[in-house]
Structures are given as C-alpha cells and as structure tokens.
C-alpha cells in the first residue's frame, strides 16, 4: 500500500513551508502532492517555487504530483493551471473539469482525478479514465461499501486512494469565510489565513467545534481518522492520504507506515495517534454513517 501525502491546505508562511517539506523528503511518504489548490491570493510560495519543491522530493526519491486549484475563478488562475499541466516531467491531480479538459486536450495519459471532481459512479470514473486519468481519489463522503461496490461493477481498473487522515473538506465557496469572519472583503483579506497552521474552528452556541474555516474551504472540525479501519480500506484502495497539519505530520505518517506494513497494529496506532491529532477523530463517512462520528464496529 502507497502512503501519499495531501496537497498543504491552509496558508503557512514560506519558511515553515520549506522546512515543511524539508522534512517530508526523510518521511515514509512514497506519494507527495504539492501546489497551492484553495486560494489564488495565497503567494507566499510561487508556482516556480512550488516547482522547486517538487524537483527536491522528486531529487529525495518520491513521486510528485502537481495539484491544481479546487475553485479556478479568473484568467490568472487559468494561466498557471496552464503552466502545471505544461510540465510533463511531474504527474497532476485535476480538481476541476478545467484541469481535465486541458489534460485530455494536451494528449497526457497520467494524471490522477482528484477528490473535488465528485466521482460517484462507474460511468463518470470511466469518462476520465478514458480522458488519461491513471489514479482517482475517491470523495472523502463516500463509504467503504459503496466504494467497494462501484470498484466491483464494470469500472476501469486505474489506481484508487482515499483519504485516511485530516480534517474534511467539505466544500468551497466563492466567498472567503475567514475574510468575513474578519470583517473584511474577499479582495482585501489582509491574508488573514496566513499563521493559521490549521485553519480556524467554528463552534456551535454550546461551544462544540462543527467546522473549520480555511479561506474559501470548509472542513470539518473532527479529524476523520482510518487508521484503525486500515485493513477495510486495503480491500479497496492502493493508496491512502494522510492531509498536512500544523504539527506532527510526519509523525502520522510514520504511524500509517507501521500500519500499513504490519509493524503495528492498526487499533494500537489509532490509540497512539490521538496525541497527534488537533480535533477529537471521526470516520463516520466510512461507515455510511453522518461523518461527524466516530464509529467502532461491535
């Protein structure tokens, strides 16, 4: 089993970045996915900056992928989509049908069809594997049954990841919440995103956490957590995604490491993983149940 790490979803400084991905050339990640997919404003890193980062893990032994932008809303977010799907030398995940469109017009055969295009059925699958996808990653709300029953019907045999670690993201907007949640218009947010390391938690009247505000994202406040469902998802996927946090990513990974390899028991690493994690764990979807909640099967 593939162990991949998500694209960085919130908006870090440049520094922590870099040192960010320092570390993650020396983690157990075979797959890293790289690029700026929520919010064209975020420019702490460039896309040429972004391409040196790939060169680096590429350099450190892993695979990259180029992610592309969840909410393309202008002609400069369509240049730089451009520019990533013109680098042949690094696969893509497409998170919108503009990413496919130029995918499958620029004849590329390798690409991975990301969470956001929503694949639910066997005939949408087989639409972008004929496009060139060669990878899916299933969307995070789909169970484990309903996985495994499209996977057995007469869908085309390409690569399938899931999404085993971080916080939900459930959906994007046009509108910027963090910036309202300020006060402030979208165009002039004073980059209020930026120190956020894990977004910021909406709470309910009763002060429970429901939501995560992260720019023009909304996650979920839990951490959907399958580490101890590792061994349903390996009937299904051939690679598992573990979402960047603000701390102890590379920590999480090692423990999806032990797992997937047998060196741990999958009950024994959910137990440990919950110093780690930043929200209480959920896995409901999973299960075919509301995501909110954390489900052990008697």
């Avoid at 085993?164 to 509108?175: Q, V």
Wanted: net charge negative.
């Amino acid at each position: 089993m593939k162990l991949a790490l998500g694209p960085l979803l919130y908006y870090w400084s440049r520094q922590a970045t870099l040192d960010f991905y320092a570390q993650v050339a020396d983690s157990p990640a075979d797959v890293v996915y790289v690029g700026e997919t929520v919010c064209s404003r975020r420019h702490e890193l460039r896309l040429d900056d972004w391409f040196e980062v790939a060169a680096m893990l590429r350099a450190a032994g892993k695979e990259v992928v180029l992610s592309s932008q969840s909410l393309i809303e202008s002609e400069s977010d369509l240049k730089a989509l451009r520019r990533i799907v013109a680098e042949a030398d690094f696969r893509v995940e497409a998170n919108d049908m503009s990413a496919v469109h130029l995918l499958a017009g620029a004849g590329r055969r390798d690409w991975i069809a990301g969470p956001t295009l929503n694949i639910f059925n066997p005939p949408t699958l087989g639409l972008l594997a004929d496009s060139g996808a060669t990878r899916w990653v299933a969307p995070p709300e789909m169970s484990g049954a309903v996985l495994a029953e499209l996977l057995a019907s007469d869908a085309p045999q390409i690569e399938t990841e899931v999404l085993a670690w971080g916080r939900l993201p459930l959906a994007h907007s046009a509108r910027c919440f963090t910036a309202r949640h300020f006060n402030l218009q979208k165009d002039t947010c004073e980059f209020r995103c930026l120190g956020m390391s894990d977004g910021l938690v909406l709470r309910t009247r009763e002060g429970e956490p429901f939501l995560t505000l992260n720019g023009v994202q909304t996650q979920s406040a839990r951490v959907h957590n399958l580490l101890a469902d590792l061994a349903s998802v390996r009937h299904s996927a051939q690679v598992v995604r573990v979402s960047p946090q603000g701390e102890h990513t590379i920590r999480v990974l090692e423990l999806f490491r032990e797992s997937a390899d047998g060196q741990l028991d999958p009950h024994e690493a959910f137990r440990r993983s919950a110093e780690w994690m930043v929200e209480a764990p959920c896995n409901g979807f999973w299960h075919g149940r509301p995501g909110v909640e954390q489900y052990v099967p008697s």
